[in-house]
């Protein structure tokens, strides 16, 4: 740019009045005195700007803010007059609810429903991130984490650290403000009437535990409660079940632990309220430390030197702003120091935040699993909140598409206001005003729904939500979301609607629908993408379900009754015990183990080499007797089982895998070596490496859930060092199966007088592995239903109003002689068009997430195309069903009317 | 209508306008006190006073042409009308009658 132009351009931007005043100006000022004051100015800025141009923008600018009086100002003559207009909108709006009600009811329940799902939807994501939140010092807790190297290279990623650890870093970091412990010890057995004993899982907690967390008590001092030894804190639901209404501070109970051979009998020292549903901590007993110092002499020396045991969950209270990185750190080094000489150290430690514990926990083996309750990956978290999104938006989707067809219809209305002087803007604002009036009363209803179904979610969830639960935060911004998704989608039919030329809109001609019907089927599309995503995802999920459950395990869990063996009667002298509970005749077969499949104790894993294999692969080991492959019904291929627990200790069965694994062709007769065994945390070295001879192979068979790659087992004799046995199995008939139960209680009691009965069935086990994910699929199956309503009720709209606009020519079809079937494909082809366009954005989407999903599951479904072919025919299907109900009516129809209204 | 009343500025941009007999309009009638009064004068000032005296009766306005100059805007021009004039009159009588009672006294 040259000199000279750049100097034009100055001189005409100072020559112009200042644009923002101006702009200010036209904005206040009423319409009636903008031409003189503007134009006096404007006069009076440019003779004055000739001499000093800075002056005068400044004068102008002046002037323009002396102008900002009531005289002039638009607004305040105009006050009445809006009202006015506002309640017009209102009334209109009504007007068009009521009468179009077909239109405002399918309007009013999709918007509904699309809202209360995400409504409900956030209730719940809220309701997973709150998780832990309520502890006063929530984001100072830590909870220490350790990370182990394996032999086979992999971490061993274990939620809890060695007894000294806590207490070490307690008095050794000054950032470490407090410290809490908790160790899991099993199940105890409690009641003081001997013939109503049940067991109970119990914790014991450091005597902080109260002022740690914020757990409060109803009975008993926070500071005191666990000090004592022998002394429990029990939650109000075990306090009632042993004690009844009334106080139970300072009451006795009977247990099944033993003081020089003498039944303990323990002191209630608090009650704690049940544990709120959204904590990572769910327990009914805690123990007092004090209690196991008294009850063994040795556990003051292992707590205060043991360094390498896994069995204490601690949680460390940290003062802000400290580096959390650097300490764990430390921590490592401190342990390092510590650690034996003679053990390998190969262990790091993560401070784990409090409130990530819930989201973040699903790679962390627990010591107990009161620890880990119901934690949920972040990957759920996601769909939950993408699929809360996507609802709303189809909902939203289908808001924009039922109106503006609805506004099309209006055009007579728009023309005549338009004739009248209507500006576009109090168009858009009848339309913003139908959408604010719809939403409201939307969202009104969907609060109602959620409050009538949230009962039933939180049966269904097993949680507490409540919508008084969400912070007020959440709330204002779920409305917000709700209610400004519902005002943006009224504004594409308000711009259709406005655009509309005057004549057309009175002619009724309503081809200007032209290009709005495009937007109209994209809208349609993304709609039935959604739904094809998600009946596609549905298909999968059943169908991974379905493959979970008929898998065939590689043995039978039909008709088993597993016996717990919790006390040391029922397991000495198994033999009699078995034949006892063999006795009665409904049980067919009776079988001791020491573990069974579906377990829900850890497996002991044997590392176990071979010749061909000197690095040893991990197995798991199990105990059984000579009935057990029969009672499970599990395939012998070669040799013998075991047969005698004492004559066979020295030989194993074992599975395809295993032998694959140790690399052995002619496995019979070859002996393995068995180093070491870890029992869940704990990695023990047997004194003398046991040597054991293989004497028969087995068919491979699933141990676990099929989360988890299929393990080789070991079957060995019940007589080794490993394990003891815990569980019978009963084969039985269950036709009369509370008879049966009377008839076990009563062994038991024999046996056993002071122990209670404690039994599974083997297939309600299975079914419980996969039952968060047999609830997901649940939840998918009603959103996907949900989201398909929608898109169909958006289809039936769309295709109404084509049909309707195109009664004329369905007329002259009929009469020159088409068929009600010729028409009706005539119409679907097009829709259907739309929805096999849908189905190629969609399913590549539901591809791409199910594959994710699948990664859960060790062994999944094969991924086909024939589901996805599968999808899209149910979805075409629904789509033609919506289709063709309306379109055969219009079909159907006489000619005669349609063709007469000339 | 005598309960009209007119105040000191207002009285002066009527006697502008009148003296600019349909010629008058919010920049001449500015130029014209500037020029009389010898003092600035914010052309807003101008405008609120004609704005309540075309309320009050005093005087009436009429549109001109579009023209280039003032941003494309029109011009508003004003005349006195019947009863601002009378008002005027009234004014001038009440003063001069007052003023004839001064004394012949000197002011030096």
Redesign the interface.
């Known amino acids: 740019m040259s000199i000279e132009n750049l100097s034009t351009v100055y001189f005409e931007a100072m020559s112009a009045p200042p644009k923002y005043p101006l702009r200010f100006l036209r904005w206040f000022c009423r319409e009636d005195s903008l031409d003189e004051i503007e134009g006096d100015l404007t006069e009076v800025f440019l003779k004055q700007s000739a001499t000093a141009p800075r002056k005068a923008k400044w004068n102008f600018g002046w002037s323009v803010i002396k102008y900002f009086r009531p005289e002039f100002i638009k607004q305040f003559k105009q006050q009445p007059n809006t009202y006015g207009m506002y309640k017009s909108y209102f009334k209109i709006s009504l007007r068009q609810l009521i009468k179009n009600k077909t239109f405002s009811v399918i309007n009013i329940s999709v918007l509904t429903l699309g809202f209360s799902c995400f409504l409900l939807l956030s209730l719940y994501l809220h309701d997973e991130l709150s998780f832990d939140m309520f502890h006063r010092d929530a984001n100072t807790i830590y909870r220490i984490t350790q990370q182990e190297r394996q032999d086979n290279g992999t971490l061993r990623n274990i939620s809890s650290v060695a007894p000294t650890i806590g207490k070490e870093v307690r008095e050794q970091f000054p950032e470490v403000e407090d410290m809490v412990r908790l160790s899991a010890f099993g199940r105890v057995t409690l009641g003081n009437d001997p013939t109503n004993r049940t067991h109970e899982r119990a914790l014991s907690a450091d005597a902080n535990f109260f002022t740690f967390f914020d757990f409060p008590l109803v009975e008993g001092d926070a500071k005191t409660a666990l000090k004592e030894p022998f002394t429990i804190v029990v939650s109000e639901t075990i306090k009632e079940k042993y004690f009844g209404a009334g106080a139970a501070l300072g009451k006795q109970i009977w247990s099944g632990l033993r003081r020089a051979g003498q039944p303990v009998y323990l002191t209630v020292s608090g009650v704690m309220k049940n544990f709120p549903k959204n904590s990572h901590l769910q327990m009914d007993i805690l123990f007092s430390e004090a209690t196991w110092h008294s009850l063994y002499n040795d556990y003051t020396q292992y707590v205060t030197t043991e360094w390498v045991d896994t069995e204490y969950t601690t949680y460390l209270k940290i003062k802000p702003q400290s580096n959390t990185a650097l300490l764990s750190t430390r921590i490592e080094a401190l342990v390092k120091n510590n650690y034996p000489a003679d053990r390998e150290f190969r262990s790091s430690f993560t401070l784990q935040p409090l409130r990530k514990i819930h989201t973040n926990s699903s790679q962390l083996e627990s010591a107990a699993e009161q620890f880990n309750v119901n934690s949920i990956k972040p990957f759920y978290l996601y769909t939950f909140a993408a699929l809360g999104f996507v609802l709303l938006l189809t909902a939203c989707l289908n808001y924009m598409n039922l109106s503006t067809a609805m506004a099309i219809k209006r055009t007579r209305e728009i023309g005549t206001r338009k004739t009248l002087g209507a500006p576009k803007n109090q168009m858009v604002v009848q339309f913003i005003t139908d959408s604010v009036l719809f939403s409201l009363l939307s969202l009104l209803l969907s609060v109602g729904l959620a409050y009538l179904v949230l009962p039933w979610i939180n049966v269904f969830t097993n949680k507490e939500i409540s919508i008084s639960s969400l912070p007020f935060e959440w709330l204002v911004m779920v409305v917000a979301v709700i209610l400004s998704v519902g005002i943006l989608a009224a504004l594409y039919p308000a711009f259709i609607a406005t655009r509309v030329s005057i004549v057309d809109a009175l002619k009724r001609e309503i081809k200007i629908g032209g290009s709005s019907l495009s937007v109209r089927k994209a809208l349609l599309v993304m709609q039935f993408a959604i739904s094809v995503m998600m009946i596609a995802s549905t298909l999968i999920i059943y169908q991974q379900l379905n493959y979970l459950r008929e898998k065939d395990l590689g043995f039978s869990h039909e008709n088993l009754v597993v016996i717990d063996v919790n006390s040391r009667n029922l397991r000495r002298n198994f033999e009699t015990v078995k034949s006892e509970f063999g006795k009665p005749a409904e049980v067919l077969r009776v079988a001791a183990s020491t573990r069974v499949p579906g377990e829900w104790k850890s497996f002991p894993v044997a590392t176990t080499k071979s010749n061909q294999n000197t690095m040893g692969s991990e197995m798991i080991f199990v105990g059984i007797d000579r009935d057990f492959l029969e009672t499970y019904k599990i395939k012998l291929l070669a040799g013998r089982t075991i047969e005698d627990p004492v004559a066979d200790s020295l030989k194993i069965v074992v599975t395809q895998l295993a032998v694959e694994q140790l690399g052995l062709t002619d496995p019979i007769g070859q002996v393995v070596e068995i180093p070491r065994v870890r029992y869940g945390e704990r990695m023990e070295e047997l004194d003398t490496p046991f040597r054991v001879e293989i004497i028969g192979v087995v068919e491979n068979f699933y141990f676990e859930s099929l989360h988890r790659k299929q393990l080789p087992v070991i079957f060995g004799a019940l007589n080794t060092a490993i394990q003891v046995i815990d569980y019978y199995t009963l084969q039985i008939n269950t036709s009369n199966w509370n008879n049966t139960l009377e008839t076990l209680k009563a062994i038991n009691h024999k046996i056993d007088p002071d122990t209670p009965l404690e039994y599974t069935f083997l297939d309600a086990r299975f079914e419980e592995m996969y039952l968060a994910d047999a609830r997901r699929g649940q939840i998918f199956l009603v959103l996907s239903i949900i989201v398909v309503i929608i898109a169909s009720l958006g289809l039936f709209a769309l295709v109404s109003y084509s049909v309707e606009s195109r009664l004329k020519e369905i007329g002259v079809r009929k009469v020159m002689g088409a068929s009600v079937s010729s028409i009706v494909a005539l119409i679907s082809k097009e829709f259907l068009v739309l929805v096999i366009i849908a189905g190629a954005i969609g399913l590549p989407i539901a591809g791409y997430y199910m594959q994710s999903w699948l990664q859960e599951f060790a062994y999944h479904i094969p991924f086909g195309v024939l589901v996805f072919a599968e999808a899209l025919l149910i979805t075409l299907v629904i789509a033609f069903i919506t289709i063709g109900v309306r379109t055969a009516r219009a079909a159907v129809l006489n000619p005669v009317n349609s063709l007469r209204s000339e | 209508m005598t309960q009209h009343s007119l105040g000191e500025f207002e009285e002066l941009v009527l006697l502008m306008v009148a003296a600019q007999h349909d010629e008058a ?3 001449t009638i ?1 130029e014209g006190l500037e020029e009389k009064i010898k003092k600035k004068v ?4 101008v ?2 006073a004609l ?2 005296m075309e309320d009050k009766g005093f005087v009436k306005s009429r ?1 001109g042409g579009i023209t280039e ?3 494309g ?4 021009f004003y005349v006195i009308t019947a009863l601002g004039k009378k008002m005027l009159d009234t004014q001038y009588d009440l003063r001069n009658s007052i003023y004839k009672q001064i004394p012949k006294i000197s002011f030096g």
């Open positions: 309009y919010g920049v500015l914010n052309i807003s000032a405008h609120v704005k309540r549109f100059d003032r941003g805007r029109r011009k508003k």
